[in-house]
């Protein structure tokens, strides 16, 4: 049990297909990321909640947009991905931003 | 932003032996520095940190030393078991408005050969 739940755990799609990414952390943290991981590259951190300031890393294409409707909870919307989004996305929590983070076990996204 | 490199990419030792993995950043702003271990299928889990206004750490068989004028950390792991085998990661973290933004090394794959 890591605390940080994330679902689904597999997802294939379509590049014209809309699915959504949910993770939930039970922590009581205060900071939410959204990391994407590829194979033979550093983990690449894609957004951060942390009280009400959402921080992107503006190399994300539009075509992942996050939502974090509370402190608990934190989706990553995808719409019309391309073949090279296929990775590992995982999601994180922290107490507040620049404190150790709790990762879940991430979600692996295939698209055909 | 912040650059952090990170050697060797793959590390094989026997058990017993001890393990230094090095990281370097470029951002002297930089104040904390994870260590996460990542075995497969989960996700990576903290094992170690350190803040910029300590030199070195330790906890049982794992130390992290921290040399911010060369701007360069390192993981130690003594004693090594095959349990250890798995991905480690560096990371900086630099402030960036009211948060704090973390850049990764690229990995070391740590291989204990029992």
């Known amino acids: 049990e890591t605390g940080v739940t994330q679902t689904p755990r597999h997802l294939v799609m379509g590049m014209t297909n809309k699915k959504s990414l949910k993770c939930e952390q039970h922590?009581?943290?205060?900071?939410m990321y959204w990391y994407k991981q590829s194979a033979k590259k550093p983990l690449e951190l894609m957004f951060v909640?942390?009280?009400?300031?959402?921080?992107e890393n503006n190399s994300v294409p539009s075509r992942f947009s996050p939502e974090c409707p509370n402190s608990s909870h934190l989706f990553l919307h995808l719409h019309t991905l391309q073949p090279e989004d296929s990775a590992l996305y995982l999601c994180?929590?922290?107490?507040?931003?620049?404190?150790?983070?709790?990762f879940g076990d991430g979600t692996r996204l295939s698209i055909l | 932003g912040e650059n952090v490199e990170q050697h060797p990419s793959t590390l094989s030792v026997q058990e017993g032996d001890s393990a230094v993995i090095k990281c370097t950043y470029s951002d002297s702003a930089s104040n904390y520095f994870p260590w996460y271990k990542q075995e497969l299928g989960k996700g990576p889990q903290l094992i170690i940190d350190?803040?910029?206004?300590?030199g070195e750490k330790k906890d049982q068989r794992i130390a992290v030393t921290l040399n911010k004028t060369a701007k360069h950390f390192s993981l130690h792991i003594t004693e090594t078991q095959p349990e250890d085998s798995a991905v480690y990661f560096c990371a900086a973290s630099y402030r960036s408005g009211g948060s704090y933004i973390p850049t990764f090394g690229r990995g070391t794959s740590l291989i204990v050969h029992p």
């Open positions: 994180a929590s922290s107490q507040e931003s620049g404190q150790p983070q709790h």
């Open positions: 350190i803040r910029s206004n300590v």
């Open positions: 922590l009581g943290h205060n900071a």
């Open positions: 909640y942390s009280l009400e300031e959402r921080v």
